[in-house]
């Protein structure tokens, strides 16, 4: 029996993706990220020290606080005095994302701030996080650059993050709460433009799956992720020309 989604869309189809750069004020670089009903704000900002391991080494820093505020879930959220697990896991897989593409020496000693604020969850959180953090990150980068902060080029590649998962036993692209929450196996995986896996997370509930079956899923995950690329690629076209390694 085949399996419908509730929104209608195909096994292999995004949710529809809305990018609203330079979303604050005040920050260096800022997005308001949305992937179907998962709303996420990003936003950059640069400290003029690094932690102690980098003193005096000349390279920089990028670091993430990710907090899914609480009107975000149908239940009251609490409000994150103290970093659950969860939390922790995620701007940590954020922070690493955005490092595996940045030359951390052209950015000087200093650290850059990224905060991902969810506001709306509906699945994929820590996906849209990264996808969001790289375009404010790419704002950010291209305001030092104009300040003359930053040498360049100082970009490596684009990177994007999306979510898959097998449900009865079909594979499905970026999965929204419904999903996920009866999912068999659930995928997250951050890749580059050039197909580099950053990190993989996947976990099976209930019962393993195959190496065909891993396989199968990050080929979907690929071709999600090039969609997504290519909308980051046209929303900033005219900020990443002189960030990018030629």
Known sequence: MEIKRKDGRNFDQLREIKINKNFIKHALGSCFFEMGDTKVICTVNSEDKVP???????????TAEYSMLPGSTIERTTRQSNLTGRSQEIQRMIGRSLRGVVDLKKIGERTLWVDCDVIQADGGTRTASITGSFIALVEALNKMRKMGLIAVPVLKDYIAAVSV?????????????????????????????????????????????SKEELDSLLKLAKKGIKEIISIEKEILKSETESLFSK
């Open 52 to 62: 102690p391991f980098l003193k005096d080494t000349k390279t920089g820093w990028i």
């Open 165 to 209: 998962g097998i449900i009865q036993g079909k594979e499905f692209l970026d999965l929204a709460y419904s999903e996920d929450s009866i999912a068999s196996v659930d995928l997250n995986i951050v890749m580059t433009e050039k197909e580099k896996i950053i990190e993989i997370q996947a976990t099976a509930e209930g019962m393993p799956f």
